[in-house]
């Protein structure tokens, strides 16, 4: 009987080997690269909007070394036109987009790292922008967000400084601001996002500290007057660079997704609903993230995630399993050199369509779409002109 036994075990673990081989994840292969456009030199952002009021999404990147702005106007179709260039101040790192003087066009907030500023341009719907005015925030800001958090219904910004401060400027409704208080915290914030995760109806704050000393991402709940209680620290991977909202559980709860520099790592945080956090699920990736978002790529319902890595010079989608964790292996595709921000892309407003992806890729000084094989476009003479 013993021999039998051994037999048997052995024939039940062959097929137990079999069947793991056949279930394993085959991770869909959802994109394609359409194409690249170039824009000024070494992009490190890149944003949304629709600055012509035609339907058409629209791109614009900063462009650190030309102290530039890059506007791709949309064709509907996927496709771009030729960069428009604004020159803006020095070195221009990041920016946030919205209606900062209650009209009907998105104006620009632009966090000017070379110069310690923020600069303001309002937007005249037809693709080009007014400056308005500069302000002041001390040392090399490289992360912008609205809210409001005077609780006075008028946008307000947020900039992160790289020397261990947090600066609002408040908001008049006019598209001009004044100063707010200067926030000192942190270890080299990298990043800075708004949202209300302890659903009171004050703006909070979730920012990356980057740093050799912390390694965290910090959430400053607001009390509506400009103030925040005393910020708590949840440990993330090694040097995070930038935090995105999410909801990887579909609970309705915010959650956190934070793109670590080093040791190639992201960290999930599944929210709770009352401010706090979970502590942090580690997934590993490709060599260099630097950036990333949630999007759900294959209809499912459950957030994936799409990151760009800036050293291995790729693309990497990893499909959600529901529960702030993802399948591996992911599914990884060549971009141009130095992939460095990303945006979601849907091509037109209220088009059926499955979202695409828009890539910074600094090193190469262009932007790379790439398209979801379900889109649905119309034809277009406009994609024979892409490069």
């Not at 600066?167 to 601001?177: A, D, H, I, K």
């Not at 080093?262 to 590993?284: A, C, E, H, L, P």
């Not at 695409?356 to 262009?366: F, P, R, W």
Request: hydrophobic fraction near 35%; glycine fraction near 12%; proline fraction near 5%.
């Amino acid at each position: 009987m013993r021999p039998f036994s051994h037999m048997l075990l052995v024939f039940v673990l062959l097929l137990w080997g079999c069947s793991n081989k056949t279930d394993s994840f085959v991770p869909p292969d959802l994109l394609y690269l359409f194409a690249s456009y170039p824009v000024g030199k070494n992009p490190t952002s890149i944003k949304s909007g629709d600055f012509n009021q035609d339907g058409f999404t629209d791109l614009i990147t900063t462009n650190i070394r030309s102290n530039s702005l890059s506007i791709l106007m949309g064709n509907g179709d996927g496709s771009f036109t030729a960069e428009t260039t604004m020159l803006v101040c020095k070195e221009p790192r990041n920016l946030a987009i919205n209606r900062f003087n209650q009209d009907l066009f998105e104006d620009l907030a632009v966090a000017c790292s070379g110069s310690g500023q923020v600069t303001i341009f309002l937007g005249k719907g037809n693709g080009q922008f007014d400056k308005l005015g500069e302000y002041s925030v001390q040392r090399t800001p490289v992360s912008i967000a609205t809210g409001d958090f005077n609780s006075d219904a008028v946008l307000d910004l947020v900039v992160a400084l790289r020397n261990d401060k947090i600066q609002l400027l408040y908001g008049s409704g006019n598209g001009r601001f004044r100063k707010g208080p200067l926030y000192v915290y942190g270890d080299t914030p990298t990043s800075v996002i708004t949202a209300d995760f302890n659903r009171d109806g004050h703006s909070d704050l979730a920012v990356t500290n980057g740093g050799p000393m912390t390694s965290a991402v910090s959430i400053w709940l607001g009390q509506g007057d400009g103030t925040f209680l005393v910020p708590v620290d949840y440990r993330t991977g090694k040097r995070p660079l930038s935090v995105k909202l999410a909801d990887f559980n579909t609970d309705g709860i915010i959650d956190l997704l934070v793109i670590n520099g080093q040791m190639n790592t992201i960290t999930v945080f599944i929210g709770n609903g009352d401010g706090t956090f979970r502590d942090g699920k580690d997934s590993g990736g490709e060599a260099g993230p630097n950036d990333g978002l949630a999007q759900d790529f294959n209809g499912d319902k459950i957030p994936d995630i799409a990151i760009v890595n800036i050293q291995s010079g790729s693309l990497s989608i990893l499909y959600g399993k529901g529960d702030g964790t993802f399948q591996y292996p992911p599914v990884n595709y060549t971009t141009p050199r130095g992939p460095f921000a990303l945006i979601s892309l849907t091509v037109a407003e209220g088009r059926d369509e499955r979202p695409g992806l828009a890539i910074a890729n600094n090193a190469e000084h262009s932007v790379t779409i790439f398209l979801h094989h379900g889109l649905k476009t119309r034809a277009s003479e406009h994609t024979s002109s892409a490069t």
